[in-house]
T-cell receptor, first 113, second 111 residues
Framework: GQQLNQSPQSMFIQEGEDVSMNCTSS?????WLWYKQDPGEGPVLLIALYKAGELTSNGRLTAQFGITRKDSFLNISASIPSDVGIYFCAGQGSGGSNYKLTFGKGTLLTVNP | GAGVSQSPSNKVTEKGKDVELRCDPISGHTALYWYRQRLGQGLEFLIYFQGNSAPDKSGLPSDRFSAERTGESVSTLTIQRTQQEDSAVYLC?????????FGQGTRLTVV
């Protein structure tokens, strides 16, 4: 089945620093999604990407859909303490069994005030 | 409701008992997912329902786990003869096409 490699597994940064995390896939995806999970909550969708090469921003967050359609990255600029949480990437392939979302294992972000 | 609703929010059960976890998806969403998340870990895929297609059960860890979905409505995840290793948060998500929306999860503790 499809697999996603998300890195890094965890990050510990100072408030104000920029953050970058990425996901790579063994197969092509048609859609990339990025989620954030706060402690005790379900994951919440941050950004959705639908086209290879697409670069999308949501406030301090920027995500890109890789040209090869096998990777995506998420950047957070000028981090703040409330950015703490687990960030997940997810990809969706074409039809059949590849249509369901496949999630990365997550990046745990800790921001030191 | 506006979002995905899961119940109960917390469940403590004795080892060996059966439990049922419920998910009410967003109205009209054809796809429904169940995931398990152990403390500090990522999302472990359990099962995927898409419309009237046969569910993808490839993530169910053992035959003690099963799930049902009535049409494009409520889903129930059942764990029989619970074990301590089943302790985790069980998350449900629904989707119309691509973007999946998660519930708050059910925290299951097996004692």
């Amino acid at each position: 089945g499809q697999q996603l490699n998300q890195s890094p597994q965890s990050m510990f940064i100072q408030e104000g620093e920029d953050v970058s995390m990425n996901c790579t896939s063994s197969s092509i995806f048609n859609t990339w999604l990025w989620y954030k999970q706060d402690p005790g909550e379900g994951p919440v969708l941050l950004i959705a990407l639908y086209k290879a090469g697409e670069l999308t921003s949501n406030g301090r967050l920027t995500a890109q859909f890789g040209i090869t359609r096998k990777d995506s990255f998420l950047n957070i600029s000028a981090s703040i303490p409330s950015d703490v949480g687990i960030y997940f990437c997810a990809g969706q392939g074409s039809g059949g069994s590849n249509y369901k979302l496949t999630f990365g294992k997550g990046t745990l972000l800790t921001v030191n005030p | 409701g506006a979002g995905v609703s899961q119940s109960p929010s917390n469940k403590v059960t004795e080892k060996g008992k059966d439990v049922e976890l419920r998910c009410d998806p967003i109205s009209g969403h054809t796809a429904l997912y169940w995931y398990r998340q152990r403390l500090g870990q990522g999302l472990e895929f359990l099962i995927y329902f898409q419309g009237n297609s046969a569910p993808d059960k490839s993530g169910l860890p053992s035959d003690r786990f099963s799930a049902e979905r009535t049409g494009e409505s409520v889903s129930t995840l059942t764990i029989q003869r619970t074990q301590q290793e089943d302790s985790a948060v069980y998350l449900c998500a629904s989707s119309l096409d691509t973007e999946a929306f998660f519930g708050q999860g059910t925290r299951l503790t097996v004692v």
